[in-house]
């Protein structure tokens, strides 16, 4: 009974690595980026925008929100399309157990 759903627990489970695979990746390639502008760029970081404020500071700032913009993405995700698939495999779990 339970080898029936197998199937539907491993795709759930894929579609599950692969965005949160994708997230961490687009999160490590932004960050390592601006690790390797201060590494190797920082006359790039030191260019000032506004009055006295380096770029560097905004950059910073907005990998900061860049990391929670993902978050809200991958919740977003759970909530409308993990969340659900869950539920319906358990429900007809909880249908063939009764």
Known sequence: MINEYQSDVK?????RNLISYTLAGLMIMVYFTFIMLIAYSKQVLAIRVVGNLPLGIP?????IVFSWL???????????????????IKSQLEKNNQ
């Open 59 to 63: 950059l910073g700032v907005g990998i």
């Open 70 to 88: 993902l978050t809200g993405v991958y919740i977003w995700w759970a909530n409308q399309k993990y969340d659900k698939m869950v539920r319906e």
């Open 11 to 15: 795709k759930i489970i894929s579609k």
